[in-house]
């Protein structure tokens, strides 16, 4: 659907080259909702760009359905702009048209029949839920609303592909929520493909099946969602990742913690669904083993469960060993923790 | 009694005058400079149509002609004058120099006023696969309208100030009038009626202006 080929992007500011984006590959598929996460500056804006064609690669290519979009005429590539719809961080709205004719612009511009435009936005105002603010003016609405503009805007002219930059980031949390709600509506009632540029792992979390991070204009680690949360290997991953999933004791019971030579600190990660499982209580009753848990941690990811346990085992050595193994051998991902 | 050297019919030519002036050459002024303050936006660098060649023209012309003080204006382009009013002397005489003083202004004030639109719109206008001209026709104009019709106000005061000078191809005018009347006659009252019609014509003018561009920018 779309894809970027080694793409690497350079700017020239006041003959400095700067580089943006560099030999980034990233493929995203018909019906996705693919997150693109990493901090300010890290090139995330620059790689939405180029999807469509705001900014141009200095190497590599754009792909979309197959075709490079660099060779593509002026007037055609103009066509091809009308199939990507696009959401802003600050909405981006005219403050000088009512909501109504924000919406139909896209429409104005593909010079369609006013009965047509009337038909068509009052139908994408019903559905992002603002039918009643139709003749109202940008700057009566509240942040969210003015998305929901945006959004509607966005979807006028039919397109297969909606690119939202930031679009949450101005947003209060329950906004924030609700929009993301109207996104993954848009995706599974229309089968129009998303990409999200975001700096909030919540986001991501939240609504998306496939996660690129990126960090100083390169892709360090991308993947579903699930495995990039339940085994993050880059460190920014690592550190995105602690921003909705908590994996640490806290100080206070760490200090309580007793040392003593026969107890292990284990930190357990869940994968795969086990966790419906009654995996300690059974490692209990066949190794006869204490079992005390210190941190539990439960993360929906759009239905799958991550679940993480530290626990402290007594046991002798050998009995741990075991334990591990059957642990491991149930899809827990063991790892040995120590605390100074 | 008020003693003065002026009749009321010579007092209301003037105004007449004056309004002719300024509106005639506001008129002309504007049909040259808007257009010329949307070429200089859209072909600056990074602009929708971005052309070094049409801004590098463009740009250090409308510098010249701003920067020529209107009284020499006026006398420099004489030969011009004549060649399009067939006089270099009246009123008519006097649109001439006056439209060309205000329409690299006017381009000018529209150039600051396209450029206050938000940079995002534009994005979000290329994002649409939007032509220049519809860019410039659907998101630039309507959203810099509000402060264009300011720029407009601004221009308009600027030519009133403009045919005070006129009166130098004797063009007229209340600005004349005073000069000649109240100045080099020594009547008093026409400088003061003078001043009072101008603050007057000023003061309604900006009022105007401030209630329509209120009125557009609320929609």
């Known amino acids: 659907m779309i894809e970027l080929r080694d793409i690497t992007k350079i700017y020239n500011k006041k003959g400095a080259a700067v580089t943006a984006l560099r030999n980034v590959d990233l493929q995203v598929e018909k019906g996705d909702i693919y997150g693109v996460i990493g901090y300010s500056g890290a090139g ?25 979009l660099a060779s593509y005429s002026v007037s055609e590539l103009r066509a091809k702009k009308k199939q990507i719809g696009m959401i802003f961080q600050h909405f981006n709205l005219l403050e000088s048209k009512t909501v109504f004719d ?48 945006g959004i509607a805007r966005a979807l006028a002219s039919n397109p297969t592909i909606l690119l939202c930059d930031e679009a949450t980031s101005a947003l209060d949390p329950q906004t924030t929520d609700s929009i993301l709600k109207l996104l993954k509506k848009i995706n599974e009632e229309y089968n129009i493909t998303v990409v999200i540029i975001t700096h909030e792992m919540e986001v991501v979390k939240q609504i998306c099946d496939k996660v690129a991070v990126m960090e100083k204009g390169e892709i360090i680690e991308q993947g579903a969602v699930i495995e990039v949360f339940g085994n993050p290997k880059h460190p920014t991953t690592e550190t995105f990742v602690r921003t909705v999933i908590k994996n640490e004791v806290p ?5 309580a913690i007793q040392k003593d030579g026969n107890s292990k600190l284990l930190k357990l990660d869940f994968l795969n669904q086990s966790s419906s499982e009654p995996l300690i209580s059974k490692l209990i009753q066949r190794f006869h083993v204490k079992v005390n848990i210190l941190f539990a941690n439960t993360t929906d990811i759009q239905g799958a469960m991550l679940v993480t346990l530290i626990v402290q085992l007594e046991g002798e050595g050998a009995k741990a ?10 899809d827990v991902a063991v790892q040995e923790v120590v605390y100074p | 009694m008020i003693s ?37 936006v859209v072909t600056r660098p990074g602009g929708i149509i971005e052309n070094k060649w049409v801004y590098g023209l463009l740009n250090p012309i409308i ?38 003083y205000i329409a690299p202004y006017i381009g000018r004030l529209v150039e600051n006023s396209l450029l206050e639109v938000n940079p995002g ?24 309208f509000g402060s264009l019709i300011l720029s ?37 009252f026409v400088i003061i009626a003078t001043v009072v019609v101008l603050v007057v014509f000023v003061q309604v003018i900006q009022s105007l202006g401030n209630v329509l561009a209120r009125k557009v920018r609320r929609g």
């Open chain 1, 44 to 68: 995330k804006s620059t790689l939405v760009r180029l999807i469509n064609y705001l900014e141009e690669p200095t190497e590599g290519q754009v792909l979309i359905e197959g075709v490079d």
């Open chain 1, 102 to 149: 924000n919406v139909a612009l896209p429409l104005v511009l593909l010079k369609e029949k006013k009965q047509v435009i009337e038909k068509r936005v009052y139908e994408l105002l019903a559905f992002v839920g603002l039918e009643d603010k139709a003749k109202q003016y940008p700057n009566e609405l509240s942040g969210g609303q003015k998305q929901r503009v």
């Open chain 1, 251 to 255: 100080d206070s019971l760490k200090q």
């Open chain 1, 321 to 330: 060993k075991e334990v591990i193994q059957f642990l491991e051998g149930n």
């Open chain 2, 4 to 40: 003065t050297t002026i009749t009321m019919d010579q007092f209301m030519l003037s105004i007449y005058q004056t309004i002719q002036m300024v509106s005639i050459s506001l008129i002309i002024g504007s049909v040259l400079g808007i257009p010329l303050g949307i070429l200089v």
């Open chain 2, 63 to 100: 510098n010249i002609v701003r920067s020529v003080p209107f009284i020499i204006l006026l006398v420099a382009i004489i030969p011009l004058t004549k060649l399009i009013v067939q006089t270099s002397i009246g009123t008519s005489a006097a649109i001439v120099p006056l439209t060309i």
């Open chain 2, 121 to 144: 719109i534009m994005e979000a206008a290329e994002a649409m696969g939007a032509t220049p001209y519809q860019v410039i026709r659907y998101f630039l104009l309507p959203e810099a």
């Open chain 2, 152 to 188: 407009l106000t601004t221009a308009t005061i600027g030519l009133i100030g403009a045919t005070a000078m006129a009166g130098a191809v004797g063009a007229g005018g209340v600005g004349d009038m005073a000069i000649v009347y109240g100045y080099q006659r020594f009547d008093t």
